[in-house]
């Protein structure tokens, strides 16, 4: 399975705009870049996920560099409740079967 | 609540002692997952079952776990003779699997193992 490599914590102010690094140099043609985050005492929740163009949903944006080897994920104005472990996932198209979670990012946020 | 629910919350156990844990998914999901996750790591997979098939198993899952489905809907993972490195949170999720179009996991709370 394709490895993800994320900084282990970043910092951010309150209502300022995030983005969140991740490498994926192996990452193959049909793999799928997912972002899933785990706030406290809870289970993961899933963010984004992405091919190879760019998406928005109501939570974030998905930035995939264009030879997929590298994404961002983009939150346009934390807020307190944003403070989390966000994982990047790889997961092969057609299986769909299983997520491999890495270490993940660690985001503070400050008020 | 409809989401995927899971008992206990927390357990905690004597090495040697058996536990077992429940998830009760999402009602109209036919896939469920097992993961287990550490201190500051990130969920490990452990199994996953479609409808009551045990489709594929983590090396992670020694012959000590077991897990099962026996209806299609919830499911129980059991830990014979517990060790103190089994200690974990053992978090269940349940995805829709239809082709291959996407299916978003959706987890649960987890239960957290404390074995002494």
Redesign the interface.
């Known amino acids: 399975d394709a490895k993800t490599t994320q900084p282990n914590s970043m910092e951010s102010n309150e209502e300022e705009p995030v983005h969140l690094p991740c490498n994926h140099s192996t990452i193959s043609g049909t793999d799928?870049i997912h972002w899933y985050r785990q706030l406290p005492?809870?289970?993961?929740?899933?963010v984004i996920?992405g091919l190879t163009s760019n998406v928005n949903n109501r939570m974030a944006s998905l930035a995939i560099a264009e030879d997929r080897k590298s994404s961002t994920l983009i939150l346009h104005r934390a807020t307190l409740r944003d403070a989390a472990?966000y994982?990047c996932i790889l997961r092969d198209?057609?299986n769909?079967?299983?997520?491999?979670?890495?270490?993940?990012t660690k985001l503070n946020v400050k008020p | 609540d409809t989401g995927?629910s899971q008992n206990p919350r927390h357990k905690i156990t004597k090495r040697g002692q058996n536990v077992t844990f429940r998830c009760d998914p999402i009602s109209e999901h036919n896939r469920l997952?097992w993961?287990r996750q550490t201190l500051?790591?990130?969920?490990?997979?452990l199994t996953?079952f479609q409808n009551e098939a045990q489709?594929?198993k983590s090396r992670l899952l020694s012959d000590r776990f077991s897990a099962e489905r026996p209806k299609g809907s919830f499911s129980t993972l059991e830990i014979q003779r517990t060790e103190q490195g089994d200690s974990a949170m053992y978090?269940c999720?349940s995805?829709f699997?239809a082709g291959?179009t996407?299916?978003?996991?959706?987890?649960?709370?987890?239960t957290r193992l404390t074995v002494l």
């Open positions: 799928y005492s809870q289970g993961p929740e899933y996920h472990v994982y198209g057609p769909f079967n299983k997520f491999y979670f890495g270490s993940g | 995927v997952y993961y500051g790591q990130g969920p490990e997979f996953y489709l594929e978090l999720a995805s699997f291959g996407y299916n978003e996991q959706f987890f649960g709370p987890g």
